[in-house]
Every structure is written in structure tokens, then in C-alpha cells.
């Protein structure tokens, strides 16, 4: 199995792309895809979060993050059946592949709500190092609510991928400030951003009193690098048998 076979194997074309999402994958660096989850999917996801939420108490999100003001879960690749399509769904694939142009795998599956009155962080890139002319790096968010300018939604300053010397946000006197290029990601439940995450990028302030902001963080990377969670420390005996070949090699999991 290589990229190539488990791309095909999974129906991730770049035909499923449109020149619009390329073009913003290449110039802005994100992308949205409206309503690729379905109502029913959408639902699962959202009752799988708070049972996990519930049942993992204050250890949730331990394996990757935890994050004052914020609800996280880690480690979702093992948490769920209804998690399965989403690190193989074909188009979010199709437009990682496009970001990332070589051997990919995932590098780590989590969730994030930012609390009511939280959930501010400071604009950064997932890639530390020199920009090389590659990226390395693809993160995908999967929107379970609808993401709002007042509800904590994510914002991205379009472009910084392409900084030539360095992708740091050092040169920034205040990371934590709005950014005068930043745009927010304001979408519907059901959409999912997919963005090269060489991107600054941050979640905002969640200014409402009730409103969630569940999402996914469906990260990606070359083959090469260290996975944010090692797939092999974490996979269960019943995921391993339940999902197929090409999923595994996306996990890096496979034996072959
Ligand atoms: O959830 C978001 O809006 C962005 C989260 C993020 O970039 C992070 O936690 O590093």
C-alpha cells in the first residue's frame, strides 16, 4: 500500500475538488466544503462528543491537550464507529493531498468547544519550521455547530503559508490581537474547512452566554513526520479489524 493506492482505494480523486477550492487552497490556504456531513452523521457526532465529554471527565483530552476554557477530546480514531469516515472521507483527502503533495497520514484526530466567555488563543501556524517550498502540514475542521462571528468560530490570516523566511508568528507584537488580513470562518453545522495549516490561524473568543462551538480537528502531515498522536501506541484491537486497509495505512498502522 502506498499514498497513491490508499487514495484511490478510498475514492479520493482530485476530481472531487473544484477549481474554486483549488484556488483557495493554493492562494488563500482554506477551503470550505458546505454540507459534507449529512443530518444523521452530524447527529452521531455530536451525541458521541458529549458521552465522551461526560465520560472522560476532567481526563478528556489528555492524550494530545487540555486547554483552559475549553472542552477537548483526544484520540477519537478509537472512540467510535461514526469517527471512521471522518480521516477517510474522500474529498477532505482529495484537498489534503492537494496541500500536501506526497506521501500523507494522519497526524491526529481530536475535538475542541470553546466555552462561553473563552476559547481566545493566540494566531499560529502548526508548522514551526523554515518555510522550504513544501507544506507539510493539513488540518481539517468539521464544523458540529454552526460556527458564528460571536460563537468562539476559528479565524485565519489568508495567505501566510506563502511568507517566504520563516512562517513564524513572531514578527506579530501581540498573537492574541486581531489581525488586520484575518478572516473569520463562519460556516453552517456540516461544513468542513479544510486548510493548510502553515496558516496562522486561532480560535476567537466564544462572546456568547450559551452557544457551542463543537468541532473536529482533523490533521494531517507527510509521511515523514512524527505523528502529534503515535497511532500505534493508541489503536485497539476492535478499530484495527473494523476499518480497511487503506484506513490503516492513513494511520499509519498497517503492517505491511
Ligand atoms: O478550534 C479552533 O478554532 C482552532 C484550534 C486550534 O488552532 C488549536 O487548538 O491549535
Known amino acids: 500500500m502506498d499514498t497513491q493506492q490508499a487514495l484511490s482505494d478510498l475514492g479520493a480523486g482530485s476530481d472531487l475538488l473544484t477549481q474554486q477550492n483549488r484556488d483557495e487552497l493554493d492562494e488563500k490556504g482554506y477551503t470550505v466544503l458546505l ?4 443530518d444523521q ?34 484520540d477519537l480514531v478509537n472512540k467510535g464507529e461514526m469517527f471512521d469516515t471522518v480521516y477517510t472521507n474522500p474529498t477532505v483527502l482529495a484537498a489534503v493531498y492537494h496541500v500536501i503533495g506526497k506521501d500523507l497520514k494522519l497526524g491526529s484526530l481530536n475535538a475542541r468547544d470553546a466555552l462561553p466567555g473563552e476559547g481566545l488563543q493566540r494566531l499560529h501556524p502548526d508548522w514551526d519550521g523554515v518555510y522550504d ?20 468560530c476559528t479565524r485565519l490570516v489568508p495567505g501566510t503559508h506563502l511568507v517566504s523566511a520563516t512562517n513564524s508568528t513572531a514578527v506579530l507584537t501581540d498573537p492574541m490581537a486581531p489581525h488586520p488580513q484575518e478572516e473569520y470562518l463562519i460556516a453552517p453545522a456540516g461544513s468542513v474547512a479544510v486548510f493548510n495549516s502553515h496558516v496562522w490561524h486561532g480560535g476567537t473568543l466564544n462572546r456568547t452566554t450559551d452557544a457551542k462551538r463543537r468541532a473536529l480537528h482533523c490533521y494531517f502531515m507527510g509521511r515523514e513526520h512524527e505523528q502529534q498522536l503515535n497511532q500505534r501506541d493508541y489503536i485497539t484491537h476492535e478499530t484495527w479489524m473494523r476499518i480497511s486497509r487503506a484506513a490503516r495505512y492513513i494511520l499509519d498502522v498497517d503492517l505491511d
Not at 133 to 152: M, P, Q
Open 41 to 74: 452523521w452530524l447527529e452521531a457526532l455530536r451525541t458521541q462528543f458529549e458521552e465522551l465529554c461526560d465520560k472522560e471527565g476532567s481526563r478528556a483530552g489528555l492524550e494530545v491537550h487540555q486547554e483552559y476554557g475549553a472542552r477537548r477530546l483526544a
Open 35 to 38: 454540507g459534507l456531513i449529512d
Open 133 to 152: 517550498g513544501r507544506f507539510h502540514v493539513c488540518n481539517s475542521i468539521w464544523l458540529l455547530d454552526d460556527f458564528t462571528e460571536e460563537n468562539g
